[in-house]
C-alpha cells in the first residue's frame, strides 16, 4: 500500500485532495495557513512538512509560486527517514524553477513530476481538470489512474521538467489575453449600448468565442460576483513568467508586453482579489459606462 501525501489546501488543493481522499487514499495533508480548517474530511492532519515526508511515498504540492515550491522541496529533501519516492507539483512556477527543482530532489534519488493544471477551482471541485504534465514515463504510467481522479484529461507533454510548465504558461498567456480581449470588447459594446449578457449569446455561437466569454462572463461577471477563484496576483505571476520565458527564448512578444503590464496593473487595483477584476478595473478607465 503507497501512502501519500498533500502539501498546499488553498482554492485548488482543498479541492484536488478531496477527490484522493474519497477514492480511499491514506493522505496526510499539511498546509502553513492552518491544516485542520483546510484539510478536507478523511485525510490525516500533519503539523509540518517533514511530518508528511516521513509517512508518504507520493507528495501532491499546490502551491502559490516556484519561490515557494523550492523552499518546500528542500525541506522534504531535509527530513532524515524521509519515505518519499515522487513529488508530483500541480503548482504553476515555469520552467526554471521545475528544472532546479527536479535537479535538487534527485540528488536524493525523489522523481520530480511537472504536472500544472488548469481548469480553475470549479474544474478542481468537478475533478474535470486538464492535467498536463512531463516527467519518467514509469512514474507518469504509474501515476495516471491517481491524476485522473482529479483530471478529465491528464496529457503527457514530455520527458523533461519545464516542459509541462511551459505549456500551462503559454496557455495561461491565451487565457489571460482572453479575459482583458473581452472585457475590453463588451466596454466598446456596451458604449453602443448593447447589453452584456445579449453581447454574450452572440459571442457565444460565433466566431469570438473563448473561455472568457463562455465562462467567466456569463458566471462571475453578469452575476457580479467575481469569484472565478483564481487570484490576480497569480495570473500577474503566470503572465510575468511567460514574458521572461518568452524573452528569454527570443520568440515574438509583441502581445505579452501589453497583457503583462495590464495584469500587473489590475493586480495592483484589486489587491487581493480574484482575476476577474480585470473587467473592473478597466471599466473604471472607461470614458463611456
Ligand atoms: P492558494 O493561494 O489558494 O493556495 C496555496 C496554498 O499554499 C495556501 O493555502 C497557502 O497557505 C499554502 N502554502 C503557502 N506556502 C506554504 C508552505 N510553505 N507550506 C505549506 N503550505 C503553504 O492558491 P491556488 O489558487 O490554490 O493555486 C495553487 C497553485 O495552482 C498556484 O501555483 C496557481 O498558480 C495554480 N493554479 C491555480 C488555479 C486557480 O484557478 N486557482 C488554476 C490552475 C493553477
Known amino acids: 500500500m503507497t501512502d501519500y501525501g498533500f502539501i498546499g489546501l488553498g482554492s485548488m488543493g482543498s479541492a484536488m485532495s478531496s477527490h484522493l481522499v474519497n477514492a480511499g487514499l491514506t493522505l496526510y495533508c499539511y498546509d502553513s495557513a492552518g491544516t485542520a480548517k483546510l484539510a478536507p474530511k478523511g485525510a490525516i492532519v500533519k503539523s509540518s512538512i517533514e511530518e508528511v515526508a516521513k509517512l508518504s511515498e507520493v507528495i501532491f504540492l499546490s502551491l502559490p509560486d516556484g519561490k515557494v515550491v523550492l523552499q518546500v522541496a528542500q525541506e522534504i529533501q531535509d527530513t532524515k527517514e524521509s519515505k518519499t519516492k515522487i513529488v508530483v507539483d500541480l503548482s504553476t512556477t515555469g520552467p526554471e524553477f521545475a528544472m532546479l527543482i527536479s535537479s535538487l530532489l534527485s540528488k536524493s534519488n525523489i522523481v520530480f513530476i511537472d504536472a500544472p493544471v488548469s481548469g480553475g477551482r470549479s474544474g478542481a471541485e468537478n475533478a474535470s ?115 521572461e520565458q518568452v524573452d528569454k527564448a527570443e520568440t515574438p512578444s509583441r502581445i505579452i508586453e501589453v497583457i503583462s503590464a495590464l495584469w500587473k496593473e489590475t493586480n495592483e487595483f484589486a489587491p487581493g482579489g480574484d482575476f476577474t477584476e480585470i473587467y473592473r478595473y478597466l471599466k473604471k478607465t472607461s470614458k463611456s459606462q
Open 129 to 243: 481538470l486538464a492535467l498536463m504534465c512531463s516527467g519518467p514515463d514509469k512514474e507518469i504510467k504509474d501515476l495516471r489512474n491517481l491524476f485522473s481522479l482529479i483530471a478529465s484529461n491528464v496529457i503527457q507533454v514530455g520527458k523533461d521538467p519545464g516542459q509541462a510548465q511551459a505549456m500551462k504558461l503559454l496557455n495561461n498567456f491565451l487565457s489571460a489575453t482572453s479575459m482583458a480581449a473581452t472585457s475590453e470588447a463588451v466596454l466598446f459594446g456596451r458604449s453602443h449600448n448593447l447589453d452584456l449578457d445579449t453581447m454574450l449569446s452572440v459571442l457565444n455561437v460565433s466566431s469570438g468565442r473563448n473561455t472568457a466569454t463562455e465562462d467567466k462572463f456569463p458566471n462571475r461577471i453578469l452575476t457580479e460576483t467575481y469569484d472565478a477563484g483564481f487570484a490576480a496576483s497569480l495570473m500577474s505571476k503566470d503572465v510575468s513568467l511567460f514574458r
